[in-house]
């Protein structure tokens, strides 16, 4: 079975022992071969257990939105870190710039760029969660980024602010753009790729 089939399966039956006992807490919630199996993900169970949480309870973000986020840090954990988690001090919520703080006139960009950095090195305080409700809300106002796309875009670029900046202008316009009126299809359309099969991928954002 490959990994992301093992991920979907944790997240249902994580699902439905957590609408079972809600009160569990995150350190004794997962067995022992689900802890082992996030471990090699790059994952703590603080971690996953804070989007089995939000989708629990507010259904949101969904199981290929959880996964897709997986992936992302899957990915740096193996190829950047080579498996090997780190002892970097975890980054708490008095270590982020405040909500507030902007760079080049968008404000919380600051806050999100420095939980997606935490979050691909593995080093969110587990009191914080990356893609929470204020996190959602951004992305969604700035061009309808998903967090995977974003996740992958603060790796590719090395902490470039000024291309991130560049980024997220540019979704914004497509955002605005996709809000017109579409003409009548004359391609046969695509073929939706399945989550699970997901792999990690190049934005189509041009940073050049």
């Excluded at 305080?125 to 809300?137: I, T």
């Excluded at 875009?153 to 997220?168: G, T």
Aim: charged letters at 25%.
């Amino acid at each position: 079975m490959e990994w992301n089939d093992v991920f979907m399966t944790l997240v249902r039956e994580a699902t439905v022992r957590y609408h079972e006992r809600p009160q569990m807490p995150a350190c004794n919630f997962f067995l022992p071969a689900e802890v082992e199996f996030l471990a090699e993900i790059g994952y703590t169970p603080d971690e996953m257990h804070a989007y089995i949480q939000d989708y629990a309870t507010k259904g949101d973000p969904s199981p290929s939105t959880i996964l897709l986020i997986a992936a992302a840090r899957r990915n740096f954990f193996l190829i950047s870190q080579r498996g090997i988690s780190g002892n970097a001090k975890p980054v708490r919520a008095a270590d982020l710039p405040s909500p507030d703080d902007d760079y080049q006139g968008i404000p919380y960009l600051p806050r999100i760029i420095c939980k997606a950095d935490a979050k691909l090195h593995g080093t969110l305080d587990k009191g914080l969660m990356f893609y929470d409700e204020q996190d959602r809300q951004f992305l969604r106002e700035h061009g309808n980024i998903h967090p995977a796309d974003f996740l992958q875009l603060v790796s590719r670029v090395n902490r470039d602010r000024q291309k991130i900046v560049k980024a997220v202008m540019q979704a914004m316009k497509i955002g605005v753009a996709d809000d017109t009126p579409a003409r009548p299809a004359t391609t046969t359309p695509q073929r939706r790729q399945d989550p699970a099969s997901w792999q990690p991928i190049q934005s189509e954002l041009n940073l050049d």
